[in-house]
Each structure stands twice: as structure tokens, then as C-alpha cells.
């Protein structure tokens, strides 16, 4: 496969198709260990995954396994962190993740660091390396090595607390932060409305995010909807076409409780 598939006319393949308002169909990662789960989701037709180490006790040694098949078969994998685990994102990005998501963000002081851990200079303080997966470990001088990292890698900022909200507009005026998020289950208990996403509150803060992302020109996924009708209608009005279709745990037991249904209906 071309290792460059990821980028369209300059542009990464993710913000091309949200700038174009094209679905990107991603499937979460939060049970599964090995790299099948890459191959599945793009037979499936997925267009990205992302793994859950924020919920999960997967190591960083079976994450990358997964990010590196992902990007031999032309599927763009993100790694979700735990929370201010800086550390942890340059081996993640060292062995074949092309996205963070760094989970509830709610200054500008920490977006900025976790930029800084995303890009290598002059764009952050990423620690030199000689090869990546992302170029097929070819050796490359190191200035073009860096600079194809740092245009192959997204930040995507997740807001989930009411001091996020009110930051918002300087987060996302940040360089170097490529999309943002809102995390509305984490935000409604944090409003003391928890799973009401139709709650007046939840959905001033979701309005809000929509209007300064749209004057920052950057993408708005919304997550944490239960209804697909309501996420449909926030799409609607601006929030980006990030499908999260589910994560790999649900969707397992989804269709083995339908089995078990299925079973027991036949001998009835």
C-alpha cells in the first residue's frame, strides 16, 4: 500500500472528509488484544479506530500492534489516553498511532502540552527518532521524517467538564489542536444531569461548542449520544460526521445476546 494513503492534496485524510462534511465511520477498541480487530473494522467499513486505553488495562505494547496493522491496511488509528498521561504518547505515536485523544482538557496550558508531546520541533517536543511505521521504516532524513509525522498525526481534545466549555474558545484557537470533542455522558454528570444529553444545560454546552468551532474553522464531534436521531440532528446543525459506531466489547455482546435470542427461539 502507498504510505502516503492518508493524505489527500496535502490534507489528512480524516480533515478532508470532515472539511467535505463525509462520514468517517469509527469503530472503538476497548477488548480486544490483537491486531484482527484492525482487520475487521475495515472489512466492516470502517474508516478509522480508536483505541480505549482511558477504559481499558490494554498495554501500550498490544495498542501499537494494532496501530501498525491499521496502517498497513490503510485504516487510521487513534489511541484515547488516560488522563494526563503525557508520557505515554510518544511511544504510542512511535509505533504506528496517528491520533490522540486526550481525554478531559480544560485549559489551554494543557491542550498545549499535549500538542507539544504530539509534534516534534519546531511544532512541539516530541523526542527524536530515526524511523516510524508511518513511512514503512524507511530511512528518511530526519527533517522530512518530522515534518510527514507531524502533518500524518491529529490531536483531538476532548471536553467533558464545564471549565473546558468555558475555555473552549481559546482551546480551539490553539495550533496544533485538529479536532475538538465533546464527551457528553462525562459532561452531564458533571452538570449533575447524568445520560440526560437532552438537558437544557447539555445542550447550551453543546450549542456553544458548535459556534466556536465553526468560527475556528476546526471539526466538532459530539460523543456520548444514545439517541441516533438527536446525534443526527446535531450533525445537522454543524457538529462534525464522526461516527462512532460502538466500541468492539458492545458490539461483541450486542450480537450475543441476539445469538442467545436467536438459540432459545429455534427450540421453542
Keep these: 500500500m502507498d504510505e502516503s494513503w492518508w493524505e489527500i492534496d496535502g490534507r489528512h485524510i480524516v480533515l478532508d472528509r470532515l472539511a467535505k ?6 469503530l472503538g477498541v476497548r477488548s480486544a488484544r490483537t491486531p484482527e480487530i ?6 466492516s467499513g470502517h474508516d478509522l479506530i480508536w483505541i480505549d486505553l482511558e477504559h481499558s488495562t490494554m498495554s501500550v505494547d498490544a495498542a501499537t500492534q494494532i496501530c501498525a ?24 505515536l512511535d509505533g504506528g498511532a496517528m491520533g490522540i485523544i486526550a481525554p478531559r482538557i ?26 516510524l511505521p508511518l513511512v514503512q521504516h524507511a530511512r528518511l532524513q530526519a527533517a522530512t521524517l518530522y515534518e510527514t509525522a507531524n502533518r500524518a498525526t491529529l490531536v483531538k481534545v476532548l471536553i467533558e467538564s464545564q471549565p473546558g466549555v468555558d475555555n473552549l474558545e481559546a482551546i480551539a484557537a490553539l495550533p496544533g489542536v485538529d479536532i475538538l470533542s465533546i464527551g457528553t455522558n462525562d459532561l452531564s454528570a458533571e452538570l449533575g444531569v447524568p445520560g440526560d444529553f437532552r438537558h437544557a444545560r447539555v445542550r447550551e ?26 446525534a443526527a440532528e446535531l450533525i445537522r446543525l454543524g457538529a462534525a460526521p464522526f ?11 450486542g450480537a450475543a445476546r441476539d445469538k442467545v435470542r ?4 429455534s427450540i421453542q
Design 262 to 265: 436467536q438459540a432459545l427461539a
Design 243 to 253: 461516527l462512532m459506531t460502538g466500541t468492539d466489547t458492545d458490539l461483541l455482546l
Design 38 to 43: 484492525a482487520r475487521l473494522a475495515k472489512a
Design 21 to 26: 462534511r463525509q462520514p468517517v465511520a469509527a
Design 106 to 131: 480544560e485549559t489551554v496550558a494543557e491542550a498545549r502540552q499535549v500538542v507539544a508531546a504530539c509534534r516534534f520541533p519546531p511544532l512541539g517536543h516530541r523526542s527524536a527518532i530515526a524511523s
Design 69 to 92: 496493522c491499521a496502517l498497513d491496511i490503510g485504516i487510521t488509528p487513534f489511541v484515547r489516553t488516560r488522563e494526563r498521561d503525557l508520557g505515554v504518547i510518544g511511544p504510542l
Design 205 to 230: 454546552a453543546h450549542e456553544h461548542a458548535l459556534d466556536v468551532c465553526r468560527r475556528a474553522g476546526k471539526p466538532l464531534v459530539i460523543g456520548g449520544i444514545g439517541d441516533a436521531s438527536y
